[in-house]
């Protein structure tokens, strides 16, 4: 699709705008988002009730499959008069509150074929500051997941360079859109498959030039032995006798005929 080649090089751009911007207005701060997964998970040894944080995140769940709800709704109402960009909002709003809900992110994908070669600057249109930046978290999640998920495939049907590529491309999103990364979809991750396959690619390499010295050291097949006739040559006169019986007979059919003729006939005239 020609709008989603043309998403990863507007995020990028639009990124790197905004990081300017930010540089040249206040000085860089170490971010806060960096954490471990063993850390904010919560252990007895914390003195916490595993069983009210259990509960909590139950509700919590709850409220943001609401939420998520609430927005997919109006996106619907958005989509059905074709108000394309009121509809992208809702929908992205949708996956800032629930990233993993799989509604919202097929209705993404509409707006996305609805809108063409507009997706990709579609957020940079937007006035409102919280719309533009919901809208531009969502695209990037939606390029790097697309980016992975194809890598993954090409990783499997061992086409190494199209799924180094495609690697290399979501490590770029996260990159420029860390709060995107989620369960499989994080640096540390997507990391570990470019290595794996960078490593299989190098594998594939060397056996490859093994198998072309191999070859190469293989002493060359013999020559073809000769055919054989289907005749073979007699050495009285230019007689030829054919292998085959019936051939034999119908060539010595006209000389058995013209002896017993010959010899008829000289009976005949013997006194």
């Known amino acids: ?138 695209q990037a999640m939606m390029a790097a997941e697309d980016a992975a998920r194809t890598g993954d495939m090409a990783l499997r049907k061992g086409d190494y360079d199209t799924a180094i590529n495609q690697y290399r491309q979501a490590q770029q999103i996260l990159g420029f859109f860390p709060l995107v990364a989620e369960g499989n979809l994080t640096g540390e991750v997507i990391k570990g498959k470019l290595a794996s396959a960078e490593s299989l690619r190098e594998e594939a390499r060397q056996q490859a030039a093994a198998d072309r010295a191999a070859r190469a050291r293989r002493p060359p097949p013999p020559p073809p032995k000769p055919r054989r006739s289907a005749c073979v040559t007699r050495s009285s006169g230019s007689t030829t006798k054919p292998t085959s019986p019936s051939a034999w007979r119908t060539t010595i059919a006209p000389w058995t005929s013209a002896s017993r003729s010959w010899v008829s006939t000289r009976a005949t005239r013997t006194p």
């Open 1 to 138: 699709m020609r709008s989603r080649s043309l998403l990863l090089p507007t995020l990028l751009a639009v990124s790197f705008g905004t990081f300017l911007n930010t540089a040249q207005s206040a000085p860089l701060a170490a971010p806060a988002w960096n954490f471990t997964l063993a850390a904010a998970m919560p252990t007895a040894q914390d003195g916490i009730d595993l069983d009210q944080e259990a509960e909590r995140i139950k509700v919590k769940r709850a409220k943001q499959q609401y939420l998520a709800g609430e927005f997919i709704s109006k996106g619907d109402e958005a989509f059905a008069i074709a108000d394309l960009e009121q509809a992208l909002i809702e929908y992205s709003n949708a996956i800032a509150v629930m990233p993993s809900n799989q509604d919202a992110r097929t209705r993404m994908a509409k707006v996305e074929a609805a809108m063409g070669n507009q997706y990709a600057g579609a957020a940079e249109v937007l006035k409102d500051f919280a719309d533009r930046e919901s809208v531009k978290q969502a």
